[in-house]
């Protein structure tokens, strides 16, 4: 077999089923007639997207993987590679190189030089036996600590030059997974127990650990409630007595009011970043964190109580010595519980008009707020654009169960959430997966619309249509001291349905539910990929 053809049987043997692909690369036609199934992109970054998705839906026991050509090809991708390393998603690149008699000449485009900052690492394939130690390297760097993209540059003439039978030896690694410290597991329970006011922070590494029915049983053993970071909402069912829903650049009343007040900020899964999508922590708070990356502990905080382990393990151990202290805890005591529920219900209150206005143009809020009460958390995969999109729903949303809602956002990339939702309907195709951009985001990414529409794969695409950008900055001055610069047009359902999907335009409040119902139906039981514009 050449390398072209190791690899693929590699991929095979790692249980890859799709390969997002653009545009012309050996890796398609031998992952085609390896059985492995092509979905062809109309652009790499959201080609890595729908890897990116593949990748988390499934926790990473399917990696994502995304094949291009070498030049304009890598180029492109690497704005999808930089949301990948930013989130860190896990997810593997096969950039095509240049033959090795033109590599290193400028100004060719270097994979190895421009991915090397948002990768965990590149490597190249430098000669055809060395395909699967490269290959082994790479697929370990996905599985093994912090997650995040590795990438596997192929020379264009190694690709088919013959890999020697006795060089060519491939299993598939296992992750590798360690406990907490037993001092500092019992340091932090200790703390947990003894605070008056905790709270929990819950961060995706609950989800790649798979440890959502530990913390579901820590919280309720403590009666401690539980907010997630924008990575982590799922990790913990929204619809819990005790959940406080996500944090980030928006945030509900109830969340606001119990994290302000606690005394004591356990994350676990999270790195605890200081960025613009993840909620700064008030001074004056115990802080225990536990991460599978020591080099999260005391980045941005001081870190009074540190653990350094697997989220699952350690929650165990946490759960364990908590009850070494508290015996069957509190589990009878609903007052935590009923004061999230008095909270929340206070806190909606005070948005009620806008969640059910029936006044045109609607508001987004009325469009996501009828969605919810439409199709039910537990059957849906739900992801946002980056943008007001973002900030709209994820405070009122309430997922239930893991990764029923992609979150994401530390790289700004607009239209990232069509490739995730896609991605996502490849990995759990029993799902109704949607996903909800603002019309600045369709601009940028919106024919790959057809991809799903050519692919098979039937999505929900949900455009909220205000008809600008940026709409906060409508207060800095009108449409006419501005240019027009921020104004947009465009009829976003009949470019739907030219491109052979499905596709309505609404532009009355009172029929939002009827059309989530009427698309729902029309992914099952037609199998099509279905666009909705709100006018909002």
């Known amino acids: 077999m050449n390398t072209i053809e190791a690899i693929t049987e590699i991929l095979k043997r790692e249980g890859v089923e799709y390969l997002p692909c653009f545009p012309t690369t050996p890796v398609i036609e031998a992952a085609a007639l390896g059985g492995i199934r092509p979905i062809i992109c109309r652009q790499e970054r959201v080609g890595v997207g729908i890897a990116d998705g593949i990748s988390r839906v499934s926790n990473g026991d399917k990696m994502g993987v995304f094949a291009m050509q070498y030049g304009p090809g890598a180029e492109n991708a690497y704005p999808g590679i930089a949301t990948s390393y930013s989130d860190s998603s896990p997810v593997l690149l096969l950039p095509l190189g240049h033959p090795r008699d033109r590599a290193g000449i400028n100004p060719h485009y270097s994979s190895l030089k421009s991915y090397d900052d948002v990768t965990k690492a590149i490597e190249q394939v430098n000669t055809a036996d060395r395909t699967s130690e490269v290959l082994r390297r790479a697929f370990a760097g996905l599985r093994q600590g912090r997650s995040g993209p590795m990438a596997v540059e192929i020379p264009a003439d190694i690709a088919l030059e013959e890999v020697n039978e006795e060089a060519f030896y491939y299993v598939p690694s296992r992750p590798m997974v360690s406990q907490g410290d037993p001092g500092d597991v019992e340091a932090a329970a200790k703390a947990l127990c003894a605070a008056h006011y905790p709270v929990i922070m819950a961060g995706q590494g609950v989800l790649y650990g798979k440890a959502t ?44 009011h119990f994290i302000r007040r606690s005394d004591l900020m356990f994350g676990v899964g999270t790195s605890f970043t200081k960025h613009g999508m993840v909620m ?150 029993e799902k109704v997966c949607v996903n909800f951009m603002g019309d600045a985001a369709f601009g940028m990414v919106g024919l790959d619309f057809e991809t799903a529409v050519r692919s098979g794969i039937p999505i929900i695409t949900v455009v909220l249509n205000n008809s600008t950008m940026a709409v906060e900055t409508r207060q800095m001055a009108d449409s006419h001291e501005l240019y027009g610069t921020r104004d947009l047009g465009g009829n976003y359902a009949d470019l739907g349905t030219a491109m052979g999907g499905y596709a309505e335009r609404i532009e009355d409040p009172n029929q939002i539910a009827a059309a989530f119902t009427r698309a729902r139906k029309v992914t099952e039981e037609e199998g099509r990929a279905v666009l909705l514009e709100f006018i909002t």
């Open 213 to 256: 029915d530990e913390l579901l049983e820590l919280a309720e053993l403590l009666q401690v409630p539980v907010c997630s970071t924008l990575l982590g909402k799922s990790a913990f069912p929204e619809v819990h007595p005790l959940a406080l829903g996500s944090t980030g650049p928006t945030i509900s009343g109830h969340a606001y």
């Open 280 to 429: 700064n922590i008030p001074s004056g708070k115990t802080l225990i964190q536990a991460t599978n990356d020591a080099s999260d502990i005391n980045k941005d905080y001081n870190i009074d109580l540190p653990i350094v382990g697997d989220a699952k393990l350690v929650l165990r151990q946490i759960i364990d010595a908590c009850k070494e202290i508290v015996g069957d805890g509190r589990k009878n005591d609903q007052s935590i519980a009923k004061e999230v529920q008095t909270e929340r219900e206070g806190w909606l209150g005070e948005w009620r008009a806008k969640l059910s206005d029936s006044s045109t143009p609607m508001t987004p809020y009325r469009v996501i707020w009828d969605f919810m009460h439409t199709i039910p958390p537990e059957d849906a995969i739900v992801t946002h654009d980056s943008g007001s999109p973002r900030d709209q729903i994820t405070p009122f949303y309430r997922s239930n169960g893991p990764r029923t809602y992609l979150g994401w956002g530390k790289s700004h990339g607009l239209g990232t959430g069509l490739g995730l939702t896609i991605g996502a309907k490849l990995a759990a195709p």
